[in-house]
């Protein structure tokens, strides 16, 4: 190829055959659909989808290609929303509004095609689920620097719904603007949080005395921006897109380590693999008694399984002071060893899902 036009028509014609594939591979998906609907089996099968992933990521390593894992795993998180829409049209319902991190984490797993239902709080992401007008919810669970999300568990404790997929996502804030200059901003809105989250980016730039606007979200801030082409917002970089917002800076809070535990709910559970991770909440009977949890947590010990998580919950029963603990641990609630543990404990156990373990 000597010349831009040759190396066009290369591509062409490299597209050409990608669309092709993609075609086929529709075809076997759309015969995949019709499978599962006479099983009952469901759609998104997140275990399934890490193999691919892992498996094709493999291959472009012995090949010495080009796409390392994050490009891979973003190309095909597409190409499999694509096909889950093809095999059955599902709706999500995730913590609004639209434009907010939830909505991102919603849209990294099911796709920009798939249907989706924005709530305003994570009952009725709960209640949306359990009612059937929706087949997943996607709702946080946990935060690097705030800690765990105590609706969404209280929630789990009493519902139907199971956790059957979780994803880590960094939080990072951009500040976007349609004024040509930042000279020409008066106003920033955000959510009151990202102002304190972003404090150094505003002094650096000299807007620590322009007007700050506190509003109810991010994606607030993103749609006043979008009017007013003398104001910014500092706003996650979805909504900044979404509602055509030029992003003139990213990542601009002042701590870069912060992220999000999100939690994929559905009602089915998910087949074993060899990834697994299990959350559970426990109100142990002996609950008084001296070492009653350090007995409860030896049987796991016993049994070589590894816990990644315990934190104490108030139980919120007319008994007073009771706690629950959430416990994650590795390993798939089917495994004969976690099997063996939690028969132990009959009635002390609320089991709220076994799942692919995300990657932190």
């Not at 935060?143 to 404790?157: A, F, P, W």
């Not at 912060?258 to 990834?275: C, M, P, Q, Y």
């Not at 706690?323 to 089991?351: C, M, N, P, R, S």
């Amino acid at each position: 190829m000597k010349t831009l036009d040759d190396c066009r028509d290369a591509i062409d014609a490299i597209d050409n055959q990608i669309l092709k594939l993609l075609n086929q591979r529709m075809d076997v998906v759309h015969r995949v659909g019709e499978i599962k609907h006479e099983s009952g089996t469901a759609v998104y099968r997140p275990e399934r989808e890490k193999a691919i992933i892992e498996r094709l990521t493999f291959l472009s390593e012995e090949q010495d290609g080009a796409l390392k894992k994050g490009a891979i795993e973003a190309i095909f998180l597409e190409v499999f929303a694509v096909a889950r829409n093809l095999e059955l049209p599902e709706r999500i319902a995730y913590l609004g509004p639209e434009g907010s991190f939830t909505h991102q984490a919603a849209e990294s797993r099911f796709g920009g095609m798939s249907d989706y239902l924005s709530l305003g709080s994570i009952h009725s992401v709960f209640k949306t689920l359990e009612a059937g007008r929706a087949k997943f919810g996607v709702v946080p669970i946990e935060n690097s620097r705030d800690g765990i999300v105590g609706e969404t568990l209280d929630l789990l404790s009493k519902s139907s719904v199971k956790i059957v997929a979780e994803l880590y996502m960094p939080i990072h804030m951009a500040f976007a603007t349609k004024a040509r200059k930042l000279e020409d901003i008066t106003k920033i809105y955000s959510k009151d949080k990202g102002f304190g989250q972003c404090r150094e980016f505003l002094s650096q730039h000299g807007f620590l005395n322009i007007e700050q606007i506190p509003v109810e979200s991010t994606a607030k801030a993103a749609i006043l921006a979008a009017e007013d082409p003398t104001a910014g917002a500092i706003c996650a970089h979805i909504a900044a897109k979404l509602y055509g917002v030029p992003t003139m800076f990213e990542n601009i809070e002042d701590e870069h380590d912060s992220a999000t535990r999100f939690v994929i709910l559905s009602d089915f559970k998910n087949g074993k693999s060899e990834h697994d991770k299990t959350s559970i909440l426990v109100k142990l009977h002996d609950a008084q008694e001296p070492g009653s949890l350090v007995h409860f947590l030896q049987d796991f010990d016993d049994e070589n399984i590894n816990l990644s998580k315990i934190e104490s919950r108030p139980s919120k029963d007319k008994s007073g002071f009771g706690y629950w603990f959430y416990i994650d641990f590795y390993g798939h609630i089917d495994d004969e060893a976690i099997q063996k543990v939690l028969k132990k404990h009959e009635g002390e156990v609320t089991w709220l899902g076994s799942y692919v373990k995300g990657e932190e």
